[in-house]
């Protein structure tokens, strides 16, 4: 179990959104058992995100919408390429997917950059 006495109050404050008198009260309550207390020390670790409040879920939800639109206008290989590359994978990975080679991989990330920069793409992140 995570010990609460490992952060500090600005620490935990800053992850809950809180105050700080509100994450000393915390701290020094000490809620050893229970569902709330489970999920604080998790949101606090690192290992829970911290809930978003309405105004973050919209502009996050705005931020996904724009670059799914921006990736839906590349062509095929670049959105393939850009596609595995937010899912994690690596270029020896999507070379074998796209049945190309480690360079040309490079290549065609980078000419995605390129068109991505460019204005008429540009409106997608800019509204």
């Given amino acids: 179990m995570i010990r609460?006495?490992?952060?500090t109050t600005a620490q935990v404050a800053r992850v809950l959104g809180?105050?700080?008198?509100?994450?000393?009260?915390?701290?020094?309550?000490?809620?050893?058992?229970?569902?709330k207390f489970r999920r604080v020390e998790l949101q606090v670790a690192g290992l829970l995100e911290a809930p978003l409040t309405p105004e973050e879920a919209y502009e996050e939800r705005e931020h996904h919408d724009a670059l799914h639109q921006a990736l839906l206008s590349l062509p095929a290989a670049e959105h393939k390429?850009?596609?595995?590359?937010?899912?994690?994978?690596?270029?020896?990975?999507?070379?074998?997917?796209?049945?190309?080679?480690?360079?040309?991989?490079?290549?065609?990330?980078?000419?995605?950059?390129?068109?991505?920069?460019?204005?008429?793409?540009?409106?997608f992140f800019c509204r």
């Fill in 81 to 123: 390429a850009f596609r595995r590359i937010l899912l994690g994978e690596d270029g020896g990975d999507i070379a074998f997917a796209l049945g190309v080679s480690g360079p040309r991989v490079t290549q065609i990330t980078q000419s995605g950059w390129r068109r991505l920069r460019h204005p008429s793409r540009r409106r």
């Fill in 4 to 7: 609460p006495e490992r952060f």
């Fill in 18 to 35: 809180v105050s700080r008198q509100a994450a000393r009260k915390l701290l020094e309550e000490r809620i050893e058992r229970g569902p």
